[in-house]
């Protein structure tokens, strides 16, 4: 059963979310995630055992948030396998732009700044950006066997996470402003190239 919006727990894991997001592992510490969430230390550790139980617990809403968004884009569609894999790649710009990628992703960070120092955070962030990739092969491949495409699933799942996690940290790092729409669009314009224009060559 999903707690209320309003709980002691999700105030924590929103807290905690964007603390990581704006200043990262290293930097947030717990007694900043109960000042922001408005709960006690005890408080805090009545849900979570750890400090990094906590961010593995954030990283897994994260990326279950994405999923919901990601479905909730696919939903209105024409049920064509291509159809859903281009509206999903569609709904990505608005994603980016709107609160659950606005500030980063917390999948990609976490990932990067945990590799060495907390196994049980890395491994989160890991396994949801395996889920993510494995869940756009299948979107590809059941668009592939749609149009009868010969397509390197893997390798455009690949791309596609590169355009949307580099693209992110280019905006974040502020090299760049719109990197990660623009990348998501291109690579959007690519896969109509290889499914429509390209198909039979």
Not at 26 to 38: F, L, N, P, Q
Not at 110 to 135: C, D, F, K, N, Y
């Amino acid at each position: 059963m999903t707690p209320p919006p309003d709980s002691a727990r999700e105030r924590i894991l929103g807290a905690a979310t964007t603390l990581l997001l704006d200043r990262g592992y290293g930097a947030t510490s717990v007694d900043e995630i109960c000042r922001a969430a408005e709960v006690t230390k005890g408080g805090l550790f009545y849900h979570f055992e750890s400090k990094e139980t906590l961010v593995s617990a954030a990283v897994e809403r994260f990326f279950s948030g994405l999923v919901a968004a990601g479905e909730a884009a696919r939903a209105d569609t024409d049920p064509g396998a291509f159809a859903a894999l281009d509206a999903y790649v569609e709904a990505l710009p608005k994603l980016i732009e709107g609160p659950e990628l606005a500030r980063g992703c917390l999948l990609g960070a976490m990932a990067i700044q945990t590799t060495e120092s907390h196994p049980t955070v890395w491994s989160a962030a890991r396994s949801a950006l395996g889920e993510w990739r494995g869940g756009l092969q299948s979107l590809i491949d059941a668009a592939a066997a749609e149009r009868s495409v010969a397509v390197d699933s893997a390798e455009l799942a690949d791309g596609l996470l590169a355009a949307v996690e580099g693209g992110l940290l280019l905006d974040r790092s502020g090299v760049s402003s719109g990197a990660a729409v623009a990348a998501v669009n291109h690579f959007r314009r690519y896969l109509s190239y290889l499914f429509l224009e390209g198909e039979g060559q």
